[in-house]
């Protein structure tokens, strides 16, 4: 059984959360899309991990995680990663493989994120600076450097200096410092194995491909110019990968509200006061950047919009427990644009120039409470998709299969 694990919004959804959860059952953890830009931040109870790059499986557990070619890789941060799970008790090393196939992140990327980010000015994107764009960009320019090439010196050796020249001339860039990332590359090189291998072995296990980002944030059905520079939607999995896989379900996590780092239109987003009562109580500040996110109420058109595109399955809430105690909740249930009433965007770049039409709930003192139940049952109609999970607090094991 293949599943698809992913955000139904801007990112941030809780995934990290949900995956770990998840992946007990699961022989393998993949991530197919993204970089270092994410930051899932898993609670277990005696410790949290931050994670970037390491795929988000249960660490005290037996499966096993694979990086995909479709993820842009920081060595610098992988390697970190995993050494901090080492400080905390667990050796982590052996079960994660990766794509020999892979783009490396190169510090000339990052510079050329932050540069184009001011270049762009008041139009910024408001990026991780992660270099994540610069490094999808030069995979399609074609001057990109993989982990396979780094398995020999002399050729590696003959492409950085290429690279180097190429950000010089194009972007006044200046980087010729190679060595840390041949150190790295001989920490990382056992992991490194072909695709058709992965492929051999995923015939007869299971798989939990792990979504980072969210289907709004996808370079082609996202609110682009404002979005990543990956394919994080679940249509990213094959290419991902580079072959095809059945999926046997498609599950979508969302927030109870909606949130959203870095600039772009958000619908339903709240200011002031409202914003910050819950950007306090629900901890939302980036958990790779720690910039405050934007916070909003729920908005059901981008959630249809959301299921549609990435062919959602089944559902799972989070931080609903955020909201217990407020005296009224709303949720955008419909756009209204030009005179026209819209459950659904048509299109996703109109959503910068509607009025959200809301409907208040009753608040919840906790999730036990039927004005909950109310709030799970109206999301379940209007979206005609079941919420198989719950999530109730921030630990990995406070959820609640409905
Ligand atoms: P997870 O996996 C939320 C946002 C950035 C910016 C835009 C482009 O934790 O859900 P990039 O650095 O990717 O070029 O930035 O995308 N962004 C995220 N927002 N969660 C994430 O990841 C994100 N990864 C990128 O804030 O608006
Ligand atoms: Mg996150």
Request: glycine share 10%; charged share 30%; proline share 3%.
């Amino acid at each position: 059984m293949n599943i698809v694990c992913y955000g139904l919004q801007w990112g941030d959804e809780g995934k990290g959360k949900v995956t770990t959860y998840l992946s007990r059952e699961f022989d393998y953890v993949v991530r197919y899309s993204g970089g270092s830009n994410a930051g899932h931040t898993v609670n277990y109870g005696e410790f949290k991990l931050v994670h970037h790059l390491v795929p988000s499986f249960d660490i005290r557990g037996n499966t096993k995680a694979y990086i995909a070619n479709g993820v842009v890789v920081d060595l610098d941060v992988l390697i970190k990663e995993i050494e901090e799970i080492k400080k905390i008790g667990f050796d982590v090393y052996d079960r994660i493989n990766i794509s020999s196939l892979t783009h490396i992140v190169l510090p000339v990327h990052k510079m050329l994120d932050e540069k184009l980010e001011i270049a762009k000015g008041e139009k910024a994107v408001g990026t991780t600076k992660r270099g994540i764009g610069p490094a999808y960009a030069d995979k399609v320019h074609r001057i990109g450097l993989r982990l396979v090439d780094l398995f020999d010196k002399e050729t590696a050796l003959e492409k950085l200096k290429f690279i180097s020249k190429m950000y010089k001339n194009l972007y006044g860039i200046e980087w010729d410092d190679y060595e840390i990332l041949f150190e790295n590359f001989e920490k990382l090189s056992k992991l490194i194995v072909p695709p058709l291998e992965m492929k051999e072995e995923f015939k007869n296990v299971n798989v939990l491909f792990e979504g980072t980002q969210g289907v709004l944030l996808d370079i082609d059905m996202g609110s682009y110019p404002y979005v990543t520079g990956s394919y994080c939607n679940t249509t990213g999995v094959e290419s991902g990968l580079g072959f095809p896989i059945k999926i046997d379900k498609r599950i979508g996590v969302f927030k109870a509200y909606v949130t959203r780092v870095g600039e772009g239109p958000f619908p339903t987003e709240l200011f002031g006061e409202e914003a910050e009562k819950i950007r306090i109580a629900g901890r939302e500040f980036g958990a790779t950047t720690g910039r405050p996110r934007r916070c909003g109420w729920l908005d059901l058109p981008i959630l249809r919009y959301a299921i549609e595109t990435s062919g959602c399955d089944e559902m799972i809430m989070t931080k609903a427990d955020i909201l217990s105690g407020l005296e009224k909740v709303k949720v955008g249930i419909r756009y209204l644009s030009n005179g026209r009433k819209f459950e659904i965007p048509n299109d996703i770049s109109m959503i910068d120039k509607v009025t959200v039409e809301y409907i208040e709930f009753n608040g919840w003192k906790n999730l036990e409470d039927d004005n909950f139940a109310k709030f799970v049952d109206f999301i379940e109609r209007e979206t005609g998709l079941k919420i198989a999970y719950i999530s109730t607090g921030e630990k990995i094991d406070d959820i609640r299969k409905v």
